[in-house]
Every structure is written in C-alpha cells, then in structure tokens.
C-alpha cells in the first residue's frame, strides 16, 4: 500500500475514528492492510458485540450442513419440549428459527428489557417468557439481545455440544481461530470490566453455561479478517468447504428491512446487488465483504458510544484505495 495514502488514512482514522484498535484490508486472499491503535497488537482480541450473531449465523449453516437442524422453519418450540407455554399464549407456537435469524419474530416488550433478562436466573426461559405476544409474525423487530440467545439454545439443543465446543471444531479450529474458553460474568461490574480489557479472551456464557449467540464473543482483527475471507471465498478454506455455499448466499440476500436497512441471516446487507454485507456490532467493530471486488475489511474497536458511521467510513476512505 502507497506509504501516504497509510499516512492520510492513520491521520483519519485519528481525528475521527479514534477508538479503533485494529483494522485488516484483505483483497483477493492478500493482506494489504493490517495496522493496530491504541496500544492494541494483532494477538489482542476485543469484544466484539453484535458481531457475534453474524458468526453464529455462520454455525447454524454448518449445522444445517451436517443435518443436525432440518430446516430454518423448523418451529422454535420442537427444540424445548420442556417449556411450558403460558395460558392463552398461541404466537410462540409459530415462530420459527427463520424469524429469530431474520429479527422478525414478536416480542412482549416496547423496550428490550435488559436489566431483568441479565438478572434473571435461566436466561434461555427469559428470553422464551419475552418471545411471542400480540405483534405481528413476520414484521422486523431488532433484538438486541433476547432473539438471538434462543438460537444458542437450538444450536444447543440440535447438536449435543456446547456451542463453544461445536464452533471450535467446525468453524474456528479450521481458520487458526484462538477462542480458548468460557467467560462467566458474575455481576454487572464484571459485565463492563472486561468489555475493554486487553487480556480477556473467549466468550460469554450464560448461568446455565451456554454461550451467547448475540453478543459476548471476543476476537481479534485478524479472527475477523478470516471469517470475512471464508464468507467472500463461499465458504471454502483450504480447499475445504466449511459453511455450505447454499447457506452464505441465503444468509447474504435480503430477508426483510428495518426502513431503509436489509437484513438477511444475521447479517446486515449493504447493496445486495453489488454483493456487500457486514457483520456490525457496537462501538464500531465489523466485518465488511464486497463479494465482487473480493474486499473484505474487519475493524475492531473499544466501545465508545454513538461512533461514526463505520460503512461510510469503509466506503468512503478504504474502498477507493483498492479499486482495481
């Protein structure tokens, strides 16, 4: 990479986006970009917030590969027999993993209700008791939280494993991925002590040892870098076909919109037409895949609230260096 364009886009990158601590640019399969702030290396991985749900997107298409999950419209409840449903309650009998993966099931909140969901003492039952309600089926309604941490329970429940176990056999070990163990959070002063803590590594569980599908996943520019290069190269890596291709373009497309946004399996869609998509989660951190240009761009950030645009960001100061 031209030495003064670096310099032009560190200056940037300094003035506006000072909260990134690392940032990798891979196009065709090479690294053309790969630099680190605020104190941060390439062995230090962050947390990455919502980023994690496009990396579980990924780990129910591999489990739908392997025939452990039949079908995205497989109901919800087939995977807790246990679960009683309340009275009267008749919603949640019909939404199906296709909802929780394209944010359009109802829910029984205005609010997502944060606070008591993570004090809870079983938050899989939580999140069950706030799925349903009287909205509509079918409408996007983003769950920051609460959706998404049923699919840990049905990844669970479909595969016989922790989620941790299943992802480092089939998805991390694969790319050289390093997320070691469980990280159990104790109280809410824990919760925000090791979000940007250079030393934690792993991912987040909750009391009853399932690992978060939404959040709590930590990794590092290069982990990400790698997960955007799989996505981009149709989910083959070293030859081996790690995620079926079927599922990458399915994942990738638009399944509903949140008004002017597209969303598909967990993932946000830029141009559907120009094949560009991103994993995003707070304070910055994505995974962005220009499938066309075979560009991808992993961006790790400290949390920080209110960032700028980091797609914008991506858009305007990154894509044009590597026009081809």
């Known amino acids: 990479m031209d030495q003064r364009k670096l310099r032009e886009l560190e200056q940037i990158i300094s003035r506006d986006y000072s909260n990134i601590a690392g940032i990798v640019v891979q196009q065709n399969g090479i690294t053309c970009l790969e630099h680190y702030f605020n104190g941060y290396t390439a062995?230090?991985?962050?947390?990455?917030?919502?980023?994690?749900?496009?990396?579980?997107?990924?780990?129910?298409?591999?489990?739908?590969?392997?025939?452990?999950?039949?079908?995205?419209d497989q109901k919800v409840l087939d995977f807790f027999p246990d679960y009683v449903v309340k009275a009267g309650e008749t919603t949640i009998q019909n939404v199906?993993?296709?909802?929780?993966?394209?944010?359009t099931a109802p829910y029984k909140y205005e609010l997502e209700p944060y606070q008591e969901f993570f004090a809870s003492?079983?938050?899989?039952?939580?999140?069950?008791?706030?799925?349903?309600?009287?909205?509509?089926?079918?409408?996007f309604t983003y769950s920051a939280i609460v959706g998404t941490h049923i699919l840990s329970g049905i990844l669970a429940q479909a595969t016989g494993q922790s989620i941790l176990e299943f992802a480092t056999e089939h998805l991390f070990s694969?790319?050289?991925?390093?997320?070691?163990?469980?990280?159990?959070?104790?109280?809410?002063e824990e919760h925000y002590a090791v979000m940007n803590d250079k030393n934690t590594t792993g991912w987040v569980v909750d009391?009853?040892?399932?690992?978060?599908?939404?959040?709590?996943?930590?990794?590092?520019?290069?982990?990400?870098?790698?997960?955007?290069?799989?996505?981009?190269?149709?989910?083959?890596?070293?030859?081996e076909q790690i995620i079926p291709a079927g599922w990458i373009e399915e994942s990738t497309r638009e399944h509903s919109r949140w008004g002017?946004?597209?969303?598909?399996?967990?993932?946000?869609?830029?141009?559907?037409?120009?094949?560009?998509?991103?994993?995003?989660?707070?304070?910055?951190n994505v995974i962005y895949i220009n499938a066309k240009k075979k560009l991808v761009v992993s961006i790790a950030s400290l949390y920080v609230p209110e960032v700028k645009d980091r797609i914008e960001f991506i858009m305007t100061h990154i894509e044009p260096i590597f026009e081809e």
């Open 121 to 139: 003492e079983n938050w899989m039952n939580a999140a069950l008791d706030l799925l349903g309600g009287d909205g509509p089926i079918g409408e």
């Open 43 to 72: 062995g230090n991985a962050l947390h990455v917030y919502s980023v994690t749900k496009s990396v579980f997107s990924a780990l129910i298409g591999i489990a739908m590969g392997k025939g452990l999950i039949r079908s995205v």
């Open 260 to 284: 002017e946004l597209s969303y598909g399996y967990l993932w946000w869609i830029i141009n559907e037409d120009e094949q560009i998509y991103a994993a995003m989660g707070d304070g910055g």
């Open 207 to 239: 009391p009853q040892g399932i690992n978060t599908a939404s959040w709590g996943l930590f990794l590092t520019s290069g982990d990400m870098a790698k997960l955007g290069q799989l996505y981009a190269d149709g989910g083959i890596w070293n030859g």
């Open 174 to 188: 694969p790319l050289g991925i390093q997320v070691p163990h469980n990280v159990v959070l104790r109280s809410e």
């Open 96 to 103: 199906t993993i296709k909802h929780l993966l394209t944010m």
